[in-house]
């Protein structure tokens, strides 16, 4: 039971990643540009 819910988990991982690095990138690219403007 655990491990079906561990694998459940990594499944549901792997697939918010992309939404996950593109959430990062543009919080990095928002935070760059505030440096940048100041």
């Known amino acids: 039971m ?3 819910v ?3 988990d990594m499944v549901l991982k ?3 990643a992309p ?3 593109y959430k ?3 919080s ?3 935070f760059i540009f ?3 403007n100041n």
């Open 14 to 16: 792997l697939m918010n």
């Open 6 to 8: 561990l694998h459940q």
């Open 34 to 36: 505030i440096i940048k």
């Open 19 to 21: 939404c996950f690095r």
């Open 24 to 26: 990062l990138y543009k």
């Open 2 to 4: 655990r491990h079906a």
């Open 28 to 30: 990095y690219a928002n």
